[in-house]
């Protein structure tokens, strides 16, 4: 889960950047719209008074804290904060708040304004007002009282204002931009799976058997196309344990269909280029009305007829007369065929329908026979999903070589090249 999340935020860095610019404004802006707050504080003693009775002094330490805490709560009240903006005379009370130290008989009283000099007031006048009050509610009959309050601490003049200043809503801001732009990048990255770019099948599940064409110009991009098709069908071959030379290529879905005829073409091509005679067997539109696979199958034409090419040629063979008996071939069948059509070729390209399809095609006898497979997944379109499904899909017919390869969408006015594939991995028979 780690790994995969820095790699979407790797991935995707502009959009955490992007996230936290945008925290940075929008702390800038608060610090700027936000009112400022001022704080002052002063202290309070509370003590028993000089005229206490005995039993006053004996539960004295009771005693002084319940009243303490009845002043603190006192100090907190509305009314008692419209007290204080009367004796200061400011347009709005300040907010008071008043609270006992931790294990003493201090007691804090804070008031909060829009200004410095009327937190103070606020401070000073409520420490005043307090003691009034105290000494009103704390008189005996005889004028003596059983509790005093004294000011320990003026109210101080705040420099700055407080919390939220502007240094904290910048750090903020940029944080909750950094954790906003992480979370949306690995979103993002979970929701749209298009293999757009290299970095994208790293990923992926099928990224040790996958190779990535780019697009590219020129003489030199034909020959790194042809380079990178050549190392593939090698490697298919090598690692599918069989001497014939024969690779089916299928899109992972029913969108790669033409990146998978191209495919097929320049690598049929690129064989025949290399001095191999290739017969190039479409199954993958609908049949035509010549010789073809299904007569071969049916014995119906000589293979010599069927195909002969040169060395340096690709002879295309088609569905043929009969597509029902392509269809519906059984492996025996399909296997005959191949060999009987390698005994006039050195390779064999097979193009089958997409494996994902909603009218799937029963290629496994196909497939089974060539035990090398060429998955194609078109850049930009396919998915994550869609490619890691196929080669699952083709991983479960106990296929022994499988690689899958994103090309560009076909297009005519640029080639494709590629790089050669990295790793050989054969797939074990089941």
């Known amino acids: 889960m780690g790994t995969t999340m820095l790699q979407a935020v790797r991935r995707r860095w502009w959009m955490v950047l992007l996230c936290a610019l945008v925290g940075l404004a ?48 006192l ?130 599940a099928a990224a040790e058997r996958a190779t990535w064409l780019t697009p590219a110009h020129g003489e030199k991009g034909g020959d790194e196309l042809s380079s990178a098709l050549l190392a593939i069908h090698r490697q298919l071959v090598t690692a599918s344990g069989s001497h014939d030379q024969v690779v089916v290529v299928a899109g992972c879905t029913a969108d790669d ?11 049929a091509a690129t064989l025949a280029r290399a001095g191999t005679s290739v017969a190039l067997v479409l199954l993958d539109d609908s049949p035509r009305n010549r010789p073809g696979l299904s007569d071969l199958i049916e014995r119906a034409t000589t293979p010599g007829a069927a195909a002969a090419p040169r060395a340096d040629a690709v002879r295309v063979l088609g569905s043929g007369t009969k597509p029902l008996r392509v269809w519906s071939a059984t492996n025996v069948e399909v296997e005959a065929t191949l060999r009987t059509l390698l005994n006039e070729v050195d390779a064999i390209v097979i193009v089958a329908p997409p494996l994902i399809s909603s009218h799937p095609f029963p290629a496994t006898a196909y497939i089974r026979s060539a035990d090398a497979l060429m998955l194609v997944g ?53």
């Open 378 to 430: 078109t850049q930009g379109r396919s998915s994550r999903h869609e490619v890691e499904s196929a080669v699952e899909l083709a991983d479960r017919w106990g296929l022994r070589s499988v690689h899958a390869v994103l090309a560009a969408p076909p297009s005519p006015r640029h080639e494709l090249t590629g790089d050669a594939p990295r790793e050989r991995r054969t797939v074990a028979a089941r």
């Open 257 to 267: 269909t033409s990146t998978a005829r191209v495919i097929a073409d320049r690598t």
């Open 75 to 204: 100090a907190q009240g509305e009314a008692f904060e419209r007290a204080v903006s009367d004796v200061t005379g400011a347009g709005s009370p300040p907010e008071l708040s008043a609270q006992i130290r931790d294990n003493t008989v201090l007691l804090a009283i804070t008031a909060e304004a829009a200004t410095a000099p009327l937190a103070r007031q606020g401070a000073d006048a409520a420490a005043t007002l307090l003691i009034q009050r105290a000494a009103q509610l704390e008189a005996r009959g005889n004028g003596t009282a059983s509790l005093q309050l004294r000011v320990v601490e003026e109210a101080n003049l705040p420099e700055v204002a407080g919390f939220p200043t502007p240094p904290v809503l910048l750090v903020l801001g940029v944080l909750v931009g950094v954790a906003v732009g992480t979370v949306a990048s690995v979103a993002s990255s979970r929701m749209n799976t298009r293999l757009r770019r290299r970095s994208d099948l790293v990923a992926s």
């Open 26 to 73: 929008a702390g800038a802006g608060a610090a700027t719209v936000l009112p400022r707050t001022y704080a002052s504080t002063t202290l309070i003693y509370v003590s028993l008074g000089p005229d206490a009775t005995a039993g006053d002094v004996l539960n004295s330490s009771t005693f002084v804290e319940q009243r303490a805490q009845t002043y603190a709560e």
